[in-house]
Each structure stands twice: as structure tokens, then as C-alpha cells.
């Protein structure tokens, strides 16, 4: 089956630790992106990748890092300096078109608590 | 940078009534429009979507119109059924971010049988 996955699907992390967040597409898709989703608010973006070894900052990058040394997988890592990073965290991903009409496919999100 | 308005933020209809829901963009670069639907706990899936050289799209029950010029697109769903009770996200696609997609705050759709 084709598809993007996400995992954990829960996740529970102590303050001042870092925890990474796998999201793996098998749908040979050049680009890939990292939300964040609160409750009751739309999805933020926090990081973008449109080829293998680039990526670039969204609207919330600070408190994250990422990584993109394969096509098919963009690990997002939550650190220490992330403030509130209690969130659902959804990655995407799509065939980079220029003309922007790319169609985003989803994966089931992964909910991060911080205790 | 682009930014979505996203109303109402909550709808309830009686099934086999129509749900409208409408989205404002900022950037007039925005070329694409998609519309995504998301159930509890899951990841968002796209319904239905409509490029800025097209002013409607229909398929089956659900509609989205598209006016350039205003810089507002709809969501039309008739006939709902129970079933269509999700909570739904417009966006908008930009270069500026790599064509990543700004979101509205979503609307949650309560059909009531």
C-alpha cells in the first residue's frame, strides 16, 4: 500500500527532552512538510523540504530541527527549546509542481504530551 | 505572508439540508484551493480542491466555487448526511513557502439525523 506514515501515533516526552518524530512516504513524492495542529486552530506549518538535503523554515520553525537525507523520510526532532510543544503533529507530502497546484496527502498525525 | 479567514467555526444542520462553509485568502499569488476534512484523531484528507483558472468544481455532493477577483472560495455540500459531521479546513497554496499550504481554523460540521 502507498501511503505516509507517522510514528508514534502517541507520544508522551519530559520536559527538557528532546524527541523525534518519524514520518516515512512511500509514494516516491519530492516534497514533504511538517504542521502542528492545536486545538481549535488550523494547521501551522513548522518545516518544509522540496528535495533531498534542503529544507527550509515555515511559520514556527523555532524549538524544531529537521532532516532530509532520504527521499522518502522527513524526521521532525521537538527540543528542549520548544516552549509548548504539547500539539497533534501532522506530516505531508506531494509531488513538487512549480505552478503550486500540488496536491498535499496526509498522515495520521502523531500527538505529542508533554508531562 | 497569506493568511485565511475561515467561517463559521461551528455549523449544525438537520440531514438532507445543504452546509456552506467560506474562506477569504490575503495573497492574490494563491493559485490552488483545497479543501480537507478531518475526523477525530486522524490526519486530514482531502475532499475536493480547485485551481485559480476554475471557478467551480462539483463532486457528487459537494461544490466549491472560486471567486478570484473577491479573493473568497466555498465549500457547498448538499444532501448532508450524518456521516459528514467532521470538522473542515480550507487552505491556500503560495510560493512563497514552497507551496505549502496556509489553513483556516477549520469548521466543525454537526449533522443531526
Known amino acids: 500500500d502507498g501511503g505516509i506514515t507517522q510514528s508514534p501515533k502517541y507520544l508522551f516526552r519530559k520536559e527538557g527532552q528532546n524527541v523525534t518524530l518519524s514520518c516515512e512516504q512511500n509514494?516516491?513524492?519530492?516534497?514533504m512538510y511538517w504542521y502542528r495542529q492545536d486545538p481549535g486552530q488550523g494547521l501551522r506549518l513548522i518545516y518544509y523540504s522540496q528535495i533531498v538535503n534542503d529544507f527550509q523554515k515555515g511559520d514556527i520553525a523555532e524549538g524544531y530541527s529537521v532532516s532530509r537525507e532520504k527521499k522518502e523520510s522527513f524526521p521532525l526532532t521537538v527540543t528542549s527549546a520548544q516552549k509548548n510543544p504539547t500539539a497533534f503533529y501532522l506530516c505531508?507530502?506531494?509531488?513538487?509542481?512549480?505552478?503550486?497546484?500540488?496536491?498535499?496527502?496526509f498522515g495520521p498525525g502523531t500527538r505529542l504530551t508533554v508531562l | 505572508g497569506e493568511n485565511v479567514e475561515q467561517h463559521p467555526s461551528t455549523l449544525s444542520v438537520q440531514e438532507g439540508d445543504s452546509a456552506v462553509i467560506k474562506c477569504t485568502y490575503s495573497?492574490?499569488?494563491?493559485?490552488?484551493f483545497p479543501w480537507y476534512k478531518q475526523e477525530l484523531g486522524k490526519g486530514p484528507q482531502l475532499i475536493i480542491d480547485i485551481r485559480s483558472n476554475v471557478g467551480e468544481k462539483k463532486d457528487q455532493r459537494i461544490a466549491v466555487t472560486l471567486n478570484k477577483t473577491a479573493k473568497h472560495f466555498s465549500l457547498h455540500i448538499t444532501e448532508t448526511q450524518p456521516e459528514d459531521s467532521a470538522v473542515y479546513f480550507c487552505?491556500?497554496?503560495?510560493?512563497?513557502?514552497?507551496?505549502?499550504?496556509?489553513f483556516g481554523k477549520g469548521t466543525s460540521l454537526l449533522v443531526t439525523p
Open positions: 487552505a491556500a497554496s503560495t510560493s512563497n513557502s514552497g507551496y505549502a499550504l496556509n
Open positions: 505531508a507530502s506531494s509531488i513538487f509542481v512549480v505552478a503550486g497546484d500540488n496536491e498535499q496527502f
Open positions: 509514494l516516491n513524492h519530492d516534497a
Open positions: 495573497d492574490s499569488a494563491s493559485n490552488y
